[in-house]
């Protein structure tokens, strides 16, 4: 492979002046700029950014851990994260933890022994001990960590409320919020909290029934669902924490020809691509995904370069209405 | 940041021994390694990859380059790559190309840059000239790619025989393909080469219609479905060659009342997460997305030690029934 010598070499410039047109330092005539160009294209030399990084102590990349890669709402985030980072001259490293403790502690060692700029959590429940002497930013997508660089969320306390009142509004008359996990604390939890607050402004009944991580983490709510609608049957509203539930909740009602929206109504969470790919599409909460994804890769470059940030950003969501309500 | 020397000084060991426990050099007392990693822990040191990476010019990293994250295939292929990778010891870079030509040369600058151990392509068209001089191995998975290392497709071809046959055994008796992209050549246009063999074979009517990059790009194909189905009206099987047009099938099914499986028989392929989520769920030819990930690293890692491999692997697919059919 080139090196930085060879190219000197082949334009008769010295190692430095080379350097300095490859880091844009000083001036540079364009006679000079192009004579070195028109080398490392001859030579095929190509900068070696690990050496760059040992010497500045920190890379240009960015280690991004997520409990499930192949779940729509992570998918859309890494892919909303990765074009962030690239806007501004940043890689990322992807970590699936698939939500086990050891991992994530594993994948962190990683990021820090590979010097990243920081690293941006959407995963797990890793106690706040484990990050003591982490010198990086530490951003977390809707999750809570006490000690983290800082906290970006979506409005999940407005996206509650927001779903009652849809519901409401449609006339529904006893509605469920089906969660997604119970027994970890999560700032979606505050979606229940909203859509409870709602009810009970209004005065209509309702109920709140809690999956568990064992569901959460196969992605597969099938059986437990049935069982709820079973149980339930003058449930003519449901309030489901993410688009995954809801579009399994439309299979369940498939399956049990209860005819949707004309007997029970479905608001989702998230609108992501399954949301407007099922029949009747979902009306869903808008996550500002690609915003919090943006707010994100910013809150970890300012931390990076010592500036004050904020430690918790809220983004509002929005209602998004399709076929199910 | 504590660094090997500080380890050293902490345990009174010289930072050669330090270093070799580090590397599982040689022969450790089981104590002198216990004594290290205690001094690791409590200066809460963090090995330097970087530095490692630098001296053995190429790092335990593997670029990995996808046209589009949110895709649901692709999601679960970075997924099973992530996987595979870390079971190897090793991390993935992720880049979003959108298909764009001149993204993908910027990434594949990018891998070389930062010395990845070899790439993964999932993308695009890029010429081959693009390649040379690329001196780390270059794997693609479902692509074309003249001078790369090795491909790794699953057997399309059959994959169209067996969505063909399906529909026919199902007692269907016009039938159409709809495929992903035209234009350019990709291994998936077999499939619509295998179904065109059965419909001949078994003297069944058959059409075939292509999709464009655009929509493909877009991910939305509704209003060209429509037109398909409202132009044929005696379509009575459809093989969709993404589970993603399948989805969208039968929403277009349920806006133009339909009935699926009684009046039109739905085959996909790929069998991704949103083959089972619809309401029928839908009927499709199973990519082995896990293996050929595996395959994929594991041709890459053997490249990378200049092992021969072979350049282009082929792995078998299953037709999965469910109600669509």
Redesign the interface.
Known sequence: ?ATLKDVARETGLTVSTVSRVLNNRGYISEETRKKVYEAMKKL?Y??????R??SKQV?N?IGVIVP???H?YF??L??CI??AA?KKKH??????SKDRDEKEMEFL??C????VAGVILCSGSVAMESF??I?VPLITIERNLEGGTAAVECDNLQGGRLAASHLIECGCKKIVHISGVSGISMPADDREVGFVEVCNEKRVEHLEVKTDFKLYNA?YYNEFLEEVLLNHTDIDGIFASSD?IA??I??V???LKIAVPEQIKIVGFDDV??AS?????ITTIHQPIKEMAGMAISLLLDAAENKVVPNKVTLPVTLVERQST
Chains 1, 2 share one sequence.
Do not use: W, Y
Request: net charge neutral; with cysteine.
């Open positions: 492979m095929n190509q900068p070696n950014e690990v050496a990084s040992l890379t990349t499930h890669i192949r729509p998918a859309e890494i892919s990765e074009n690239n890689k990322i490293l992807l970590f699936n060692d990683m820090i022994s590979n010097r003591q002497g010198n992605g995954l579009a399994q439309l299979q009602c498939a399956k691509l399954i790919l099922t029949a009747p599409s």
